[in-house]
């Protein structure tokens, strides 16, 4: 055989292979390895200080780097940060990784995070801002190019956890940028694994790996990030080879992917808890109106008996074990057991019907009200499914069920982040070894100056748990923090200041020949693809 035969044939066997993997796999040593990804849902913004959100972060993950990495038990490591240390109980100290470069080649510093911390403050119109994260740094000094201080009014223990989710983003090339130039690239400059090549919004971002990352060599020479609401379309997607990975996989899919031969299913527990969210700081509210379906003037949310009423009304166990097939746990609390500040008196709320009827006849609603759930229809599996479920439910103990309305989340929560709901479902997830993050994001009294409240769309305002909830953040001894954080969680839970519902468990599937390393804090990141070799 000639030597162009066999250049022909080898080139007609690495596409033979191309077609048989669904993944571009190495075939010689010049060839490349490609991933296309699934997501369920798309980023609203390339900038990735606008929106702390899951769906936003993934992306964000594959282009900017944070001063800590969590790994997949949400245990904290270095990253940009390379140690740390306490000077004194309101001082730190932060060494930085010398050596690492900003995707246009410039060196990274001290000055790239005080700018990205400052910043973080204050990034217009976020549906979900990071003020919480950097609420507690007073003061920052820039010691030398790698060597940070940073002052607390009071002690913080958590401050690197909570400066861990903040993205570093160069201050050359951030500076007086707006949400276009990051959309468009221009600013979209990290220190990632991956660099921006594109995004066309409602289709797709595509990436290419970064030679000069500091870290592990990327896998991958270009990730593709396809973007399909549609948990059917992107089981389709993946079983006709369009992508290699998906996300969001809907626990009814789960054994029809297992069977197809094409592609294994990688599961998770995660602590994200799904909860429904009651206003219960307004007088009147928008969606709360009397048995008669007219307006109040008088929100019978504020009230805890009927919040507990609402809350006693669901069957969350038929939700898990129904809707979601099993892939959930009950919840009756802000995180599951193994994260601090879990107390184990905090148990699921049982339904019961007569218990809650009592107690709306206690808090003067003898003949209910009306009310309107609100719920996205693309961000949780089943998230639409759910709410009419639960629309069901109260309808039955009594309340008028004005609507159920699901809409994207893009459009959801940027409403529901302007307060237009009444009772909404939303979620958490917990990225850190304890509860204080997410009770002091989602429960404590709304402060955006302090940075405390960041996600407590329903203003849900308690000083007693405020005060339990400052005794652990600002205690250094794990077990007297721990101790303080459940104390928190029962003056909120035992007053269903949030109803919680269940803690997801996650699927992601991915085609013969890709491996997947799923972590609990949901991420779908292309550095926990492998190709199988």
């Given at each position: 055989m000639s030597s162009v035969r066999l250049s022909h044939w080898?080139?007609?066997?690495?596409?033979?292979?191309?077609?048989?993997?669904?993944?571009?796999?190495?075939?010689?040593?010049?060839?490349?390895?490609?991933?296309?990804?699934?997501?369920?849902?798309?980023?609203?913004?390339?900038?990735?200080?606008?929106?702390?959100?899951?769906?936003?972060?993934?992306?964000?993950?594959?282009?900017?780097?944070?001063?800590?990495?969590?790994?997949a038990d949400n245990q904290i490591h270095p990253a940009l940060a390379a140690s740390w240390r306490t000077l004194d109980p309101t001082t730190w100290e932060i060494k930085l990784r010398p050596g690492v470069k900003f995707h246009d080649g410039s060196d990274f510093t001290a000055e790239d995070v005080v700018f990205s911390v400052r910043r973080a403050r204050n990034v217009p119109n976020s549906?979900?801002?990071?003020?919480?994260?950097?609420?507690?740094?007073?003061?920052?000094?820039?010691?030398?190019?790698?060597?940070?201080?940073?002052?607390?009014p009071s002690p913080t223990p958590q401050l690197i956890e909570d400066l861990g989710i903040v993205f570093i983003v160069s201050h050359k090339a951030a500076a007086n940028a707006t949400s276009d130039d990051f959309n468009s690239g221009k600013a979209t400059i990290g220190t990632g694994p991956y660099k921006f090549?594109?995004?066309?919004?409602?289709?797709?971002?595509?990436?290419?790996?970064?030679?000069?990352?500091?870290?592990?060599?990327?896998?991958?020479?270009?990730?593709?990030?396809?973007?399909?609401?549609?948990?059917?379309?992107?089981?389709?997607?993946?079983?006709?080879?369009?992508?290699?990975?998906?996300?969001?996989?809907?626990?009814?899919?789960?054994?029809?992917?297992?069977?197809?031969?094409?592609?294994?299913?990688?599961?998770?527990a995660s602590t994200r808890l799904v909860y429904v969210a009651l206003d219960s700081n307004r007088d009147a509210s928008p969606f709360v109106t009397d048995a008669k379906g007219q307006p109040m003037t008088a929100n019978p949310l504020k009230d805890a008996r009927v919040r507990v009423a609402l809350s006693k009304l669901i069957n969350r166990r038929l939700l898990v074990e129904r809707l979601l097939e099993g892939s959930g746990e009950a919840a009756g609390q802000m995180v599951p057991e193994g994260v601090g500040g879990f107390d184990p008196s905090l148990k699921p709320p049982e339904q019961d019907v007569e218990g809650a009827k009592k107690l709306l006849v206690e808090a003067g609603y003898p003949g209910g009200f009306g009310l309107t759930l609100h719920?996205?229809?693309?961000?949780?599996?089943?998230?639409?499914?759910v709410a009419q479920a639960i629309?069901?439910?109260?309808?039955?103990?009594?309340?008028?069920?004005?609507?159920?309305?699901?809409?994207?989340?893009?459009?959801?929560?940027?409403?529901?982040?302007?307060?237009?709901?009444?009772?909404?479902?939303?979620?958490?997830?917990?990225?850190?070894?304890?509860?204080?993050?997410?009770?002091?994001?989602?429960?404590?009294?709304?402060?955006?100056?302090a940075g405390m409240g960041a996600f407590n769309r329903a203003r849900y305002s308690n000083p007693a748990f405020d005060a339990a909830l400052k005794r652990a953040l600002t205690e250094f001894d794990s077990a007297k923090r721990n101790a303080s954080l459940q104390e928190a969680g029962r003056i909120a839970f035992n007053a269903a200041a949030i109803v919680p519902l269940y803690w997801q468990v996650l699927h992601w599937a991915a085609r013969k020949g890709i491996g997947y390393v799923p972590s609990r804090d949901e991420s779908t990141l292309a550095a926990n693809a492998r190709i199988a070799r």
């Open positions: 080898a080139s007609a066997l690495c596409r033979w292979l191309i077609l048989a993997f669904a993944v571009i796999a190495p075939c010689g040593p010049a060839a490349a390895a490609d991933l296309v990804i699934g997501r369920a849902s798309e980023q609203s913004s390339m900038d990735p200080l606008f929106s702390r959100t899951g769906n936003n972060s993934m992306t964000a993950q594959h282009i900017f780097d944070r001063l800590v990495a969590t790994d549906p979900a801002p990071f003020t919480g994260a950097v609420g507690a740094v007073a003061e920052m000094t820039i010691v030398d190019p790698l060597t940070l201080r940073i002052r607390t090549v594109e995004w066309s919004p409602g289709q797709r971002v595509v990436l290419a790996r970064n030679d000069a990352y500091w870290g592990p060599r990327p896998e991958f020479d270009k990730v593709t990030f396809k973007f399909i609401s549609k948990d059917a379309s992107r089981v389709a997607a993946l079983l006709a080879g369009d992508v290699h990975l998906i996300d969001q996989v809907a626990p009814s899919d789960v054994k029809e992917i297992a069977k197809s031969g094409k592609a294994n299913v990688f599961s998770i719920s996205s229809n693309d961000r949780l599996p089943k998230d639409a499914a629309g069901q439910m109260w309808a039955r103990g009594g309340i008028k069920l004005n609507g159920v309305v699901a809409l994207p989340y893009s459009v959801y929560a940027t409403a529901a982040t302007k307060r237009e709901y009444s009772a909404f479902i939303f979620s958490f997830g917990t990225t850190t070894p304890n509860s204080a993050i997410a009770l002091n994001n989602v429960l404590a009294t709304y402060d955006a100056a």
